[in-house]
């Protein structure tokens, strides 16, 4: 009995040496950011069911699949600067217990955003999203006039307060931690355990082992629409269009003078020149 005793208690002094309260933290927003991507994916496969007969079950298990590598990714870039901050400073600790909820609040927006997009346009978050933008009185007033808003923010508000004990809960660790005198060799295992944590963040931000980061095209890898649609995370796509957006370099036009650049386009289509 002793024997036991003894191991337990030096398996955990040794997962308190490599396992940072930083880390468990993030396992556990790991966990819940899965979770809600899931449940917004499966609501988004009850607005297809009346095409869902025609898929084959394999077919909507392989979306699933498919979409927790994009969630997993989407998970890790909402992540990793939080992580990053937790390791730079304790005092950020004291700031989660009202980040966090406004941290899910917005997340929880966003999703609801997203679906009322993908009632109109069959389509996760893309470039339309910024075409909108462009127009943002006449946006307004169709989303005003055309979705239920207040009550929208209301289920938000109400789900978040339900969130807030599992939030607590959250971050226990890190409060916990605050108290606790550490020697140079625990310092020494988490330190590699964080390290560990970012080299994993890495590779999940890749989306695994594979030659190429993960792109939205990998999404698609059947000839079923609402399959793709649904292996897609609206915010990874969303994402990846404004950073495409953002580095697309503009097409530079060699310098003219407008006759001509007038005469040289009469000259390519074979119009004759006009003489003055």
Same mark, same amino acid.
């Given at each position: 009995m002793n024997r036991c005793l003894k191991t337990?208690?030096?398996?955990?002094?040794?997962?308190?040496?490599?396992?940072?309260? @930083?880390?468990?933290f993030i396992a556990k927003m790991y966990l819940l950011l899965l979770t809600?991507?899931?449940?917004?994916? /499966?609501?988004i496969m009850l607005y297809n069911g009346a095409h869902l007969h025609a898929i084959d079950f394999t077919i909507l298990f392989h979306a699933f699949l498919v979409g927790s590598r994009f969630d997993l990714a989407t998970s890790t870039y909402l992540l990793a600067p939080l992580f990053l901050a937790l390791l730079g400073s304790q005092? *950020?600790?004291? /700031?989660?217990?009202?980040?966090?909820?406004? *941290?899910?609040f917005i997340l929880l927006i966003a999703e609801s955003a997203e679906l009322a997009f993908y009632? /109109?346009? @069959?389509s996760? *978050?893309?470039?339309?999203? *910024?075409e909108a933008l462009?127009?943002?009185?006449?946006? &307004?007033?169709?989303?005003?006039? &055309?979705?239920?808003?207040?009550?929208?923010?209301l289920c938000t508000i109400t789900i978040v307060i339900l969130l807030l004990p599992l939030l607590k809960y959250i971050r226990r660790p890190l409060?916990?931690?605050?108290?606790?005198?550490l020697t140079v060799r625990d310092r020494? &295992?988490?330190t590699m355990g964080n390290t560990l944590v970012v080299v994993l963040m890495v590779f999940a931000l890749r989306g695994g082992f594979q030659h190429e980061p993960l792109r939205c095209r990998d999404a698609f890898f059947s000839d079923q629409s609402i399959a793709n649609q649904l292996a897609l995370n609206g915010l990874f796509s969303l994402g990846r269009t404004s950073w495409d957006a953002f580095n697309d370099k503009p097409q530079t036009w060699p310098s003219s003078t407008p006759d001509k650049t007038r005469d040289d386009t009469r000259q390519s289509v074979h119009l004759p020149q006009i003489t003055r």
């Open positions: 337990k208690i030096r398996i955990q002094r040794r997962y308190r040496q490599l396992v940072s309260p @930083e880390t468990r809600l991507f899931t449940l917004q994916r /499966a609501v005092h *950020f600790y004291h /700031a989660l217990k009202w980040l966090l909820p406004l *941290f899910i009632q /109109a346009f @069959e996760r *978050f893309n470039s339309r999203v *910024f462009r127009h943002p009185v006449t946006m &307004g007033n169709m989303i005003w006039h &055309g979705y239920p808003v207040l009550v929208q923010l409060l916990t931690s605050l108290h606790v005198n020494l &295992g988490r």
